[in-house]
Nanobody, 121 residues
Framework: QVRLVESGGGLVQPGGSLRLSCVASGSIFSINSMGWYRQAPGKQRELVAELTSGGAPNYADSVKGRFTISRDNAKNTLYLQMNSLKPEDTAVYYC???????????????WGQGTQVTVSS
């Protein structure tokens, strides 16, 4: 089994910063892409940022220049540095990984349980 566990969410004032972490553990053979998604109340889940297998980052237009995604392959950990936070960034943030659990296994999507980010004064 594979587990993705997020941490680092919380309450922050507008203009503030937070750093989210996501640790992947379990029967991991290889990790292809990893990314962060978010879902605000009443809205669909949307991509925030992702790192492709080649390492190139991809950001939603709404977070470009404010958020930075990074990954520590040795620790199977994904990060999201969020700066200049806005009230509209308020959402549950989910970690996603495209992970292979064995040499003969196919890649499949795994999700964390989510961490709440609230931006409010």
């Amino acid at each position: 089994q594979v587990r993705l566990v997020e941490s680092g969410g919380g309450l922050v004032q507008p203009g503030g910063s937070l750093r989210l972490s996501c640790v992947a553990s379990g029967s991991i053979f290889s990790i292809n892409s990893m990314g962060w998604y978010r879902q605000a109340p009443g809205k669909q889940r949307e991509l925030v940022a992702e790192l492709t297998s080649g390492g190139a980052p991809n950001y939603a237009d709404s977070v470009k220049g404010r958020f930075t995604i990074s990954r520590d392959n040795a620790k199977n950990t994904l990060y999201l540095q969020m700066n200049s936070l806005k009230p509209e960034d308020t959402a549950v943030y989910y970690c996603n990984g495209d992970i292979r659990t064995g040499y003969f296994s196919n890649n499949r999507d795994y999700w964390g349980q989510g961490t709440q980010v609230t931006v409010s004064s």
